[in-house]
């Protein structure tokens, strides 16, 4: 049973979560100068061309402004973090809150199936995901990848036809929710810990065969992570 790959790495999103960092760390305030794209290229080790594309995405987003002959400059963010100015523009607030119920819908109830379903080869699949998950943290990665096949790995293990090619056909939406969770979240101190403990309870509940565990388990990461969405103040939850 093959995993879905992630269509394209987005190492560009890494270099803005560096970018933050550095800026932090270095006390850059609005209006001053930032290192050119090959000093940041340099810094972190990655391609020019990565950078480009951050700087792109950076500039679009009105955090940062290109002088010609001067440099690059940090812009006034007005207090927004970096991440949360960049994730407000990914999607419409509609198309996330539907993500966020979609996830619900299907991944509750596939946690349960896969308590029931799962073989030892789907329980090898998610315990791997979910070591690369830590791997990518230790790393200094965002993790998008990895946290996308963990929740894939349980649509696997559910073994329902439906589920998969249901999930399959809206899995660049759902990579979408991921990415725009994680940018927030890099921030957000002890969220990674959270997060790697609700998985271990989700394996738990899958491991242990215990339907209502794995179902109760996911519905309480799915909801936690909700949470912290609709509590940055960037992104309000749109009624109904």
């Known amino acids: 049973m093959g995993l879905k790959p992630i269509k394209k790495r987005r190492l560009f999103e890494e270099i803005i979560v560096a970018i933050e960092e550095y800026i932090e760390e270095e006390d850059i305030s609005s209006g001053e100068r930032l290192p050119s794209e090959n000093e940041l290229a340099s810094l972190f080790q990655v391609s020019k061309t990565a950078v480009r594309e951050a700087m792109s995405v950076l500039q679009a987003n009105g955090i940062i402004e290109k002088r010609s002959g001067a440099g690059i400059f940090l812009t006034d963010l007005h207090g927004d973090t970096i991440a949360g100015r960049v994730t407000s523009n990914l999607l419409s607030q509609k198309d996330y809150r539907e993500i966020l119920e979609f996830r619900r819908g299907l991944e509750v109830e596939a946690a349960a199936l896969a308590a029931v379903n799962a073989t030892e080869e789907d329980l090898s699949a ?17 993790g998008l990848e990895e946290d996308f096949l963990f929740h894939y790995s349980i649509i696997l293990a559910s073994h329902n036809s439906i589920y998969k090619e249901v ?15 994680k940018l927030q979240s ?21 491991k242990s065969r215990d ?8 519905r309480n990461h799915l909801i936690k992570n909700e949470k912290k969405i609709w509590s940055n103040r960037k992104v309000k939850k749109e009624p109904l």
């Open 186 to 206: 890099s921030k957000v101190p002890g969220r990674f810990v959270e997060v790697y403990e609700e998985h271990n309870d989700i394996l738990e509940g899958v």
């Open 167 to 181: 999930f399959d056909n809206v899995a660049d939406k759902f990579e979408e929710g991921i990415r725009i969770s």
């Open 211 to 218: 339907p209502k565990k794995a179902a109760d388990a996911m």
């Open 126 to 142: 998610i315990r791997e995901a979910q070591r690369k998950l830590l791997e990518a943290q230790t790393t200094g990665r965002l």
